[in-house]
Structure formats: structure tokens, C-alpha cells
């Protein structure tokens, strides 16, 4: 029997991006970081809820949760699942970004952020689907400006972690959308080849918020990914 499934959320989000792997899968989420101001902090909230031993999936900034997590207590982890994320330094121009959204934010209001941020985030077909975007939107107003701060904070001082990529030694696995312009498939592809026997999926017609806006493929790939054994 394979360990409790936890998944991680990403920047602004929570358990309601994961709503379609609840009902498939017997698992446990974390419901956001609210105002958590490192990566670090993230992780040891991710081991003082979850169990001894775990089966990780972290989407986007919760993939970096889930490496700080590796880094910590690699013991608990039996399986890692890497989506929709990165392992890179902060580059150039991307705090003037952040700082921006986050100035917008306190000029015209969360909605305003919202608004501008999450689109680019979803693949165009997507888009247009009023369900999906009225949910995600809903989700990430809801989070709060302070939520929004603390974390971009977070990321904006978070660990190097290219490093640990080679001592991940349980079934990984590493997932992005083919329409992901923010965490794109190249970059899933350097991060798959730096950890030992990984499985990657870059999966059609999807974007950044890969959980919600193709459910049903990512549930396939988590499916295969839990049946692959487990480091004893």
C-alpha cells in the first residue's frame, strides 16, 4: 500500500485546485500558506501536518514546498511529484514583476492583481471556459493581498535547489502543461533529467494550473506514478 497522498498548493492558491484529485483520490492537502514568509517555514508545515511518511505532490510554488520538504526529512517522502514548477534562481526582472502585481494590488485592489496575473496563467482554451475561470479567480481573490505578499517574499528569497535534484532516489514524477508559458516544458525537461529514473508528462492543451484545467489526465499520470514501487 502506497503512503498518504499530500498535495501542495501554489502561490495564492489552495485545496480548491486539487478539487478534482479529492474526489478520485484518498488524500490530505494542504489549505494554503496564508502569510508564511519562506519556503522553509511552508515545509515544516507540510511535516508537522502530514504523516511520518509521505506520497508528495507539490504544483508550483508548492513544488519548491515539496523540495524544501525533500531537503528536510527526505525519509519521509516515498514518492515525489513535481508539477507545473522550477528550480531556478531568481532571474533578472522577475521581483519588478512580482513588486508590480503586488503594487497593483494595493492601488486598485486583489481583483485588479487577480485579473492581470491569472489568465496568462491558463491555456487559452481555458480561457473561455466561465466555470474553470470563475473558480480559480475566486480562489485567489479570496486568498488576500497579505497572502499574496508574504509569499512572493517567500519565493523571492527561496533555496537553491538544482542541487538536490540528484539525490531525490523515490519514483518522481515531473508534469507541466504544453501550454505553460510560465513554468514551460523545457524547463520540466532539465528538471526530469537531474533526478534519478523520473517519469515525465507534458500534457496537451494545458497551462499552468495543470490540476484544474485537465483533471483527468493528471489524475492518470498521479494513478501510474502511485503504482510504481516505492524505495523500501
Same mark, same amino acid.
Do not use: Y
Given at each position: 500500500?502506497? +503512503?498518504?497522498?499530500?498535495?501542495?498548493?501554489?502561490?495564492?492558491?489552495?485545496?480548491?485546485?486539487?478539487?478534482?484529485?479529492?474526489?478520485?483520490?484518498?488524500?490530505?492537502?494542504?489549505?494554503?500558506?496564508?502569510?508564511?514568509?519562506?519556503?522553509?517555514?511552508?515545509?515544516?508545515?507540510?511535516?508537522?501536518?502530514?504523516?511520518?511518511?509521505?506520497?508528495?505532490?507539490?504544483?508550483?510554488?508548492?513544488?519548491?514546498?515539496?523540495?524544501?520538504?525533500?531537503?528536510?526529512?527526505?525519509?519521509?517522502?516515498?514518492?515525489?511529484?513535481?508539477?507545473?514548477?522550477?528550480?531556478?534562481?531568481?532571474?533578472?526582472?522577475? +521581483? !519588478?514583476?512580482?513588486?508590480?502585481?503586488?503594487?497593483?494590488?494595493?492601488?486598485?485592489?486583489?481583483?485588479?492583481?487577480? !485579473?492581470?496575473?491569472?489568465?496568462?496563467?491558463?491555456?487559452?482554451?481555458?480561457?473561455?471556459?466561465? +466555470?474553470?475561470?470563475?473558480?480559480?479567480?475566486?480562489?485567489?481573490?479570496?486568498?488576500?493581498?497579505?497572502?499574496?505578499?508574504?509569499?512572493?517574499?517567500?519565493?523571492?528569497?527561496?533555496?537553491?535547489?538544482?542541487?538536490?535534484?540528484?539525490?531525490? !532516489?523515490?519514483?518522481?514524477?515531473?508534469?507541466?502543461?504544453?501550454?505553460?508559458?510560465?513554468?514551460?516544458?523545457?524547463?520540466?525537461?532539465?528538471?526530469?533529467?537531474?533526478?534519478?529514473?523520473?517519469?515525465?508528462?507534458?500534457?496537451?492543451?494545458?497551462?499552468?494550473?495543470?490540476?484544474?484545467?485537465?483533471?483527468?489526465?493528471?489524475?492518470?499520470?498521479?494513478?501510474?506514478?502511485?503504482?510504481?514501487?516505492?524505495?523500501?
Amino acid at each position: 500500500m502506497s +503512503a498518504p497522498l499530500m498535495l501542495i498548493p501554489g502561490l495564492i492558491c489552495d485545496a480548491r485546485t486539487f478539487e478534482a484529485q479529492a474526489t478520485h483520490f484518498e488524500c490530505l492537502m494542504i489549505d494554503g500558506f496564508d502569510a508564511a514568509t519562506s519556503l522553509e517555514e511552508m515545509a515544516r508545515r507540510v511535516l508537522q501536518t502530514g504523516p511520518q511518511r509521505m506520497s508528495i505532490l507539490g504544483h508550483s510554488m508548492g513544488g519548491r514546498v515539496a523540495l524544501e520538504v525533500w531537503r528536510m526529512a527526505p525519509e519521509r517522502v516515498e514518492r515525489l511529484a513535481l508539477v507545473s514548477t522550477g528550480v531556478h534562481q531568481v532571474r533578472p526582472g522577475e +521581483a !519588478d514583476k512580482r513588486f508590480a502585481l503586488r503594487d497593483l494590488g494595493r492601488t486598485d485592489g486583489m481583483e485588479a492583481l487577480v !485579473d492581470q496575473w491569472l489568465p496568462p496563467m491558463i491555456a487559452p482554451a481555458g480561457r473561455t471556459d466561465p +466555470a474553470l475561470m470563475s473558480r480559480l479567480r475566486r480562489m485567489c481573490v479570496e486568498a488576500g493581498l497579505d497572502t499574496f505578499e508574504a509569499q512572493i517574499i517567500a519565493l523571492l528569497a527561496r533555496p537553491e535547489v538544482k542541487s538536490l535534484l540528484p539525490s531525490i !532516489d523515490c519514483p518522481a514524477l515531473v508534469v507541466t502543461g504544453a501550454e505553460d508559458t510560465w513554468a514551460p516544458p523545457e524547463q520540466h525537461r532539465a528538471i526530469a533529467a537531474a533526478i534519478p529514473g523520473s517519469v515525465l508528462q507534458i500534457i496537451d492543451h494545458a497551462g499552468h494550473m495543470l490540476p484544474a484545467e485537465a483533471p483527468h489526465f493528471i489524475n492518470e499520470a498521479i494513478t501510474a506514478w502511485l503504482e510504481r514501487p516505492a524505495r523500501s
